[in-house]
């Protein structure tokens, strides 16, 4: 009797440890991922019925498709530029923007000016690097150098009428930088950078400082006559 109840319970062990595959029902081990017959899986895997053939079609198909989809968008896309200035910053006579161009093409700074109330129309905003005209796609910083044609004498009272409308905190006459920037089809846009009164402060008695050392009127920096303060 003792006998009997043995073999039933090793019988109920081994039965215990054997499992059928979930798609051939052969016996399998309890923890067997994979059945040793039919190649199928017995976990999750089990629910995705694709062959291996159907797979290494599925990423054939996904392969060629990284490669034509971007040939395709080439073909029937035309870059265009979406160039903008978005920051600014005046220091002396040296100005600093950073120009955004969100496009996929190049786009190109055509024009620089001053636009003021104050300082003469003949005033120059020289691109410091002519090869910073062209904008490529991202960011960059662009310098430029700002000339005033004025004498040192000039550019020290002016930098005085400067100082004067910030201690009666009026408003300067209105001066900004204007820049014209032409993007890839052709459109255009106007931007520009207000200069403050602290800015024209600081520009006016840099070229004051510049110009003390002239000798002879130099247009190409600024200055129409020679230093005159000692």
């Not at 109840?5 to 016996?27: A, G, K, M, V």
């Not at 990284?66 to 979406?82: C, D």
């Not at 960011?139 to 005085?160: C, T």
């Amino acid at each position: 009797m003792e006998g009997k109840q043995l073999d039933s319970n090793i019988n109920q062990s081994i039965d215990d440890e054997i499992y059928l595959c979930s798609q051939c029902r052969h016996e399998i081990p309890k923890d067997a991922l994979l059945c040793f017959k039919c190649n199928s899986y017995q976990d999750w895997r089990r629910y995705i019925s694709v062959s291996q053939i159907s797979l290494a079609l599925i990423v054939a198909i996904l392969s060629i498709a990284g490669i034509v989809i971007p040939e395709m968008y080439r073909l029937f896309h035309e870059p265009i530029s979406k160039a903008f200035i978005s920051t600014s910053s005046v220091d002396g006579t040296t100005l600093r923007v950073t120009v955004l161009n969100r496009g996929d093409a190049s786009a190109v700074l055509t024009k620089s000016w001053m636009y003021s109330e104050y300082l003469a129309g003949a005033t120059v905003v020289r691109l410091r690097n002519d090869n910073d005209a062209l904008i490529p796609p991202g960011s960059k910083l662009i310098v430029f150098d700002i000339i005033p044609l004025l004498s040192e004498l000039q550019s020290y009272k002016g930098s005085m009428e400067m100082l004067g409308y910030s201690i009666r905190k009026t408003d300067i006459p209105k001066t900004e930088v204007r820049f014209q920037l032409v993007q890839s089809n052709g459109d255009f846009i106007i931007q520009s950078v207000k200069l403050n009164t602290d800015d024209l402060f600081k520009l006016l008695r840099a070229n004051s400082n510049r110009c003390s050392a002239v000798v002879e009127p130099n247009f190409d920096n600024g200055c129409i006559g020679p230093g005159e303060l000692k």
